[in-house]
């Protein structure tokens, strides 16, 4: 039998040893866990419909995609955008990206559900991408509520065929004197047809000239596409602003934002609607 002395030392020794390992797992472990700042997306089970199988890669945390491909030869036949991800440079990156988690096919048309649960209507055909969620349905009811200029506005030639209403945000419209010319110009809500990207019609009061900013059009930190943006409001040219670095505004600014996050004002600078940063 060990004696006591002994047996004591071999208990020492053992705790030594044990202490030892632990900390090398932990010297293993921590930068891991440090770096996995979000779970892999999922794997996407594609979908086949007519002949074509539509997958949704998840490789690009910038934007959410899909593919078609024909079952019959194996050939990429397209790619389409679904939604792209506003990335705040100020935030780590891929906390921020957003992948899609389903894809089914639902009369006809492909049905694209992201991580934030919100749900894409592809026409497989035309490509075209609708919302049919409430907040994005353009009901008729919402519909006679816009302004008749932004109605004529936005039906003339290519602009009609290229960008539809959108109802996404409560208000969806808002007036100004945007551009400081004395008269009241329309800010509108729109998405990209061809993308489904958002963005911001204005409609000058004065020419009726609409200026596209988003929907397939960057400006500053917002990007192309407003798909971050929640909520939005007049900002009076009138208003003693606190915001850091703002000009003396020639006419009324837009003030968007992201709850909890960053927010921008857009402003006419005498030549052009400009962004300015606010920061989160």
């Known amino acids: 039998m060990l004696g006591s002395g002994v047996l004591m ?6 705790r030594v040893m044990t202490r030892l390992a632990v900390i090398l797992l932990l010297t293993l472990l921590v930068p891991q866990l440090a770096s996995a700042k979000r779970i892999a997306p999922v794997n996407v089970a594609p979908v086949i419909y007519e002949g074509i199988r539509y997958v949704a890669p998840n490789d690009d945390g910038r934007r959410g995609y899909i593919e078609a491909w024909n079952v019959g030869t194996n050939k990429k036949l397209w790619e389409l955008t679904i939604f792209t991800n506003g990335i705040d440079p100020n935030l780590e990156e891929d906390v921020q990206w957003v992948f899609i988690k389903a894809l089914n096919i639902q009369d006809g048309r492909l049905m694209v559900t992201s991580e ?12 075209a991408i609708t919302q049919p969620d409430s907040r994005s349905s353009t009901s008729p009811g ?3 509520d816009v302004p008749d200029a932004v109605k004529r506005a936005l039906t003339k030639k290519s602009l009609g065929k290229e960008f539809d209403l959108s109802f996404r945000i409560s208000p969806s419209y808002l007036e100004g004197d945007f551009n400081g010319d004395g008269k009241m110009d329309i800010a509108v809500l729109v998405k990209e047809r061809s993308t489904g990207k958002l963005g911001i019609a204005i409609v000058d009061g004065t020419t009726g000239k609409v200026t596209i900013l988003g929907a397939g059009i960057r400006i500053g930190n917002g990007g192309d596409d407003f798909e971050w943006m929640d909520n939005w409001k ?5 208003h003693k602003t606190s915001y850091a670095n703002a000009p003396r505004f020639r006419g009324d600014a837009l003030l968007v934002g992201k709850s909890e996050a960053a927010s921008a004002l857009i ?4 030549k052009r609607y400009v962004w300015l940063q606010q920061g989160d």
Do not use: L, M
């Not at 030392?9 to 053992?14: E, S």
């Not at 402003?267 to 005498?270: D, E, H, R, T, V």
């Open 9 to 14: 030392t071999h208990v020492r020794r053992y």
């Open 142 to 144: 919402a519909i006679r």
């Open 234 to 238: 007049v900002y009076s040219k009138q």
């Open 116 to 127: 934030r649960g919100k749900t894409y209507q592809v026409d497989v055909n035309t490509k």
């Open 267 to 270: 402003y006419w600078n005498g």
